[in-house]
């Protein structure tokens, strides 16, 4: 959240859970034109970030690796970027558009989030299944969403399980600045 901005937020959202702002900062990532973080290890960053390796990017949460080329698309971007190294410097960034795959508008650099709101790495995996088996009776093998997650593979709406990827959880609360101002209209209280 940007602290010069107002925001309005419904009372669920206040609520809502979100993953911890610790997760947040470890796997977003932010690149410029000139930096010299390496065609490899972005390529390692990006895979720890959730975002999944395909041959072509098409939609949010992809990333794509051709000889000294990455292309990703940024969680919440409106195009993707594609990110041209020489050597281990970033030589450009450059949007393009994901039918044509033709590049146009240069800019100086990029901020993104992960790829998904928990991580998808082994260890993340194996706290879902041990919390999955915790919290829920009966035969987790049962469990559509425990397979798929046990398989690796995150179909929609398993965002709703996120307590399960993390020992703690936060709230938007816990992304506001200390000093923000709260304003509230009718009776909030009641309503949270």
Known sequence: MHPDRAY????????????PNLYIQRFSLSLKTGATDG????????AAS??????QVSQHGEFAVRGSLIDVYPTGSELP??????DDEIASLRLFDPDTQLSNQAIPKIATLPAREF?????????????????FEGNPADSLIYTEVSEARFPGGVENYLPLFFDATATVWDYLPADCEVITIGDVEAEI
């Open 8 to 19: 309005t937020v419904a009372v669920p959202t206040l609520v809502y859970r979100l993953p």
């Open 39 to 46: 065609l490899e290890e972005l390529n390692k960053q990006l």
């Open 50 to 55: 959730g975002y999944e390796r395909v041959s």
């Open 81 to 86: 970027v594609r990110i041209d190294f020489f």
């Open 119 to 135: 991580p998808t790495d082994a260890a993340a995996i194996t706290s879902f299944r041990n919390r999955y088996r915790e919290y």
